[in-house]
């Protein structure tokens, strides 16, 4: 397990430093940190994803003496190690450039943000292939306009009201709720990609 | 080795090692690296045998694996499997698509390492020459339904293919034959109890030594005939 998330990082070290260079540009700029935290995040991860999406790699991970289960779950394991160290150059990025101590609830809701999307985006991948992510969410978005459109035309308003509901709690209740579910979330998702990656043919 | 897949999954892995027809690595990296990523999975990984035959097969170690030809790859990946001293060796298709020199080298190879005597190879090939020169055993499988598994010599002993005149065939000789190509001139059936058409025909068909193409093309038609 631990090998397979060193290659991980082995494979992905030049591409790492690069956008961790990019990102000190972002935050020079003082971009809104939930925003490039979240971009930065999802594309560490999804190209840890990609790199070993080939067939012919899916074939040789098997063949080396590494259970299903592990080879999924260091991906899981891989993102998090990524966002963690997303949220460290941030907040030392920040505290160089501009003396300034990022908020840490900026850098929950950013990690919140990167694990809900993920728990999603990572299951898809392993039963379609994440090319199709594409045009995924493009018909998503399209139903999500035919919903507001014809089904719950206030859709947004309640969403927003729900976060207002959520955020009038007090802010520990509130921060302990997403961070919580977030984590069930993530675990759930994980437990399905493991079932789908089982019974994969390459 | 007496183990079961669901529950020894990792341990079997171990002792196998797999050579597929293809570059199964990240192409973007040298064979060197490669190697640095796969060691670590490998309790026996033995660093003085891997640059032994890196040597032997004249792999460059650090040229990116993108480069590499079909030959070099399947080198390469043969050379992996022997560096963590698998038992058991199988290789997909090693010799299709290889030129003449490198598959006769190939072989070479192959025939020295099972002549060691250390390692178990299982290759699938559709070039049967190249099992007359190396196999011990052949399975036959034919479109996912085994067919038989015999040791070579016996199938150079019990298989023939017998040639002669149609008005040597009748109901009841017919049934000694796996399969029969009728023609004008005659026939040509494969038998594979060599002895007993040899006693019942003697001198009147001509009994000639079946290759293995033979075998494989009559027990296909065999199979349609009688289904």
Redesign the interface.
């Known amino acids: 397990m631990l090998?397979l998330l060193?290659?991980d990082f082995?494979?992905q070290k030049k591409i790492l430093l690069i956008l961790l260079a990019a990102l000190l540009v972002y935050l020079f700029l003082d971009v809104s940190i939930i925003w490039i935290g979240f971009v930065f995040g999802i594309v560490m991860i999804m190209n840890a994803f990609n790199?070993d999406e080939k067939s012919?790699?899916q074939?040789?991970l098997n063949?080396?003496?590494?259970?299903r289960r592990e080879i999924v779950s260091s991906k899981y394991i891989g993102a998090l190690l990524f966002m963690f160290i997303l949220v460290v150059t941030i907040f030392l990025g920040k505290f160089a450039i501009h003396r300034q101590i990022t908020d840490w609830r900026e850098l929950m809701v950013m990690v919140c943000a990167v694990i809900i999307s993920i728990s999603l985006l990572l299951p898809f991948s392993y039963q379609f292939q994440s090319r199709y992510l594409y045009t995924a969410s493009i018909v998503a978005f399209g139903v999500y306009l035919f919903v507001i459109n014809f089904v719950i035309p206030n859709l947004n308003d309640r969403v927003r009201g729900l976060m207002n509901t959520l955020l009038d709690l007090p802010h520990i209740n509130f921060y302990l709720i997403t961070s919580v579910s977030a984590i069930v979330l993530y675990s759930v998702s994980l437990i399905v990609s493991i079932r789908i990656y089982r019974n994969k043919v390459f | 080795m007496g183990m079961n897949y669901a529950k020894h999954e990792k341990e079997i892995k171990q002792r196998i090692g797999f050579v597929y027809d293809e570059n199964v690595f990240y192409e973007q990296l040298t064979l060197a690296e490669m190697t640095r990523i796969i060691k670590p999975a490998y309790r026996n990984w033995d660093d003085d045998v891997f640059y032994h035959y890196a040597h032997t097969f004249e792999l460059p170690l650090h040229q990116k694996l993108k480069t590499f030809s079909k030959g070099m790859s399947m080198k390469a990946s043969l050379a992996i499997a022997l560096s963590h001293h698998a038992e058991l060796i199988i290789m997909d298709e090693p010799t299709s698509g290889l030129d003449p020199i490198i598959r006769r080298e190939l072989l070479d190879i192959l025939h020295q390492l099972i002549q060691d005597g250390e390692v178990t190879i299982i290759f699938s090939t559709h070039i049967t020459t190249d099992l007359d020169r190396i196999a011990d055993y052949i399975t036959f499988i034919h479109q996912g339904e085994h067919m038989f598994t015999k040791k070579l010599y016996q199938i150079e002993e019990d298989y023939a293919i017998v040639k002669g005149g149609l008005e040597l065939l009748d109901r009841e000789t017919e049934l000694e034959f796996v399969a029969i190509r009728k023609s004008r001139h005659g026939f040509e059936a494969l038998t594979a109890n060599k002895a007993r058409a040899e006693q019942i025909f003697g001198d009147m068909a001509l009994i000639e030594k079946a290759s293995l193409e033979d075998i494989m093309y009559y027990t296909k038609k065999g199979g349609e005939q009688y289904a």
């Open positions: 090998n060193r290659k082995f494979l790199q012919s790699i074939m040789l063949s080396l003496p590494y259970s």
